[in-house]
């Protein structure tokens, strides 16, 4: 299962987290996963790459995370975006990813 966390600081997104495989069909043919992965990887992308905003940034096999030490109105978009599409994901596929909001007020 992939666990995926999102942190919120005062209504603003500041980090997010992906754990885990899915588990619904065997490594290298596993659809979810990669659509997962590929999506949560443009995110990181468009904020360090595109928009410039400095982040801690690790990724490694079965993780990701991004955390942001002060969002700004970009990293709001991208990562709301990637929040929707990711929330849109674990509506259909309840058994292999959960998905968690964490407040940090």
């Known amino acids: 299962m992939t666990k995926i966390y999102f942190t919120r600081n005062n209504g603003k997104f500041t980090e997010f987290k992906l754990s885990g495989h ?5 490594s ?12 949560s990887q ?13 982040a801690e940034v690790e990724i490694r096999d ?3 995370s991004l955390k942001l030490s ?5 990293t709001e978009l991208i990562i709301t975006s990637l929040f929707k ?3 849109s994901i674990c509506e259909k596929e309840k058994k292999f990813v959960k998905l968690e909001v964490r407040d940090d007020n």
């Open 28 to 39: 290298g043919k596993d659809v979810l996963c990669s659509a997962i992965s590929a999506t």
């Open 85 to 87: 599409t990711l929330q």
């Open 70 to 74: 002060e969002p700004t109105k970009e």
């Open 62 to 64: 079965g993780f990701l």
């Open 42 to 54: 443009m995110a990181v992308l468009a904020i360090t790459e595109v928009a410039k905003v400095k």
């Open 22 to 26: 899915t588990g619904k069909a065997e």
